[in-house]
């Protein structure tokens, strides 16, 4: 199977991605459809709020984990070419992606969580929002990842003793 991704050339494994990253935003489109009818027949914003939770919760989650984990095996064949600096992107890049994806998928659900919500925040604050906390999560990890990669074996010998 590892090596069904590893015979990928470049630009399959682009068109793999960019059809990882349209299945993403196509659920999420789906989803927010589907919320909005599931709405309108029921009439209630807190069933509708749980609903989209629940499905939010275990398949997106679910399509966004299946993405994580084939996204790194279609680049990493032709990103560890660079060296080091193909491990560094080994790592950003499917963290960019996941980033990416999370970004797009707050900006299609934004309309459909300001009706249910009845909020007035624009997509602005929930882009920025989301932004911020992808920030904090994400530059810790490639802060350890540059430190345990860049920094000589004996300075961090010295430092974990």
């Given at each position: 199977?590892?090596?069904w991704f590893?015979?990928?050339?470049l630009s399959?494994?682009?068109?793999?991605?960019?059809?990882?990253?349209?299945?993403?935003?196509?659920?999420?489109?789906?989803?927010?459809?589907?919320?909005?009818?599931?709405?309108?027949?029921?009439?209630?914003?807190?069933?509708?709020?749980?609903?989209?939770?629940?499905?939010?919760?275990?398949?997106?989650?679910?399509?966004?984990?299946?993405?994580?984990?084939?996204?790194?095996?279609?680049?990493?064949?032709?990103?560890?070419?660079?060296?080091?600096?193909?491990?560094?992107?080994?790592?950003?890049?499917?963290?960019?992606?996941?980033?990416?994806?999370?970004?797009?998928?707050?900006?299609?659900?934004?309309?459909?969580?300001?009706?249910?919500?009845?909020?007035?925040?624009?997509?602005?604050?929930?882009?920025?929002?989301?932004?911020?906390?992808?920030?904090?999560?994400?530059?810790?990890?490639?802060?350890?990842?540059?430190?345990?990669?860049?920094?000589?074996?004996?300075?961090?010998?010295?430092?974990?003793?």
């Amino acid at each position: 199977m590892l090596q069904w991704f590893a015979n990928r050339t470049l630009s399959e494994a682009v068109f793999l991605s960019l059809l990882l990253l349209c299945g993403n935003y196509l659920f999420t489109a789906f989803l927010a459809r589907y919320i909005q009818k599931y709405y309108k027949k029921t009439g209630s914003a807190e069933l509708a709020v749980y609903r989209l939770q629940t499905i939010n919760k275990y398949m997106s989650t679910a399509l966004l984990i299946a993405t994580m984990i084939v996204e790194p095996f279609l680049m990493i064949p032709h990103i560890l070419s660079f060296g080091e600096w193909g491990r560094l992107l080994s790592i950003v890049l499917p963290l960019l992606f996941v980033a990416i994806i999370l970004l797009g998928n707050q900006l299609i659900l934004h309309s459909t969580n300001q009706i249910l919500r009845d909020t007035t925040s624009s997509r602005k604050e929930s882009v920025e929002n989301l932004s911020r906390f992808l920030f904090f999560t994400l530059i810790p990890i490639l802060m350890m990842f540059l430190f345990t990669k860049f920094i000589p074996q004996e300075i961090q010998d010295q430092l974990f003793s």
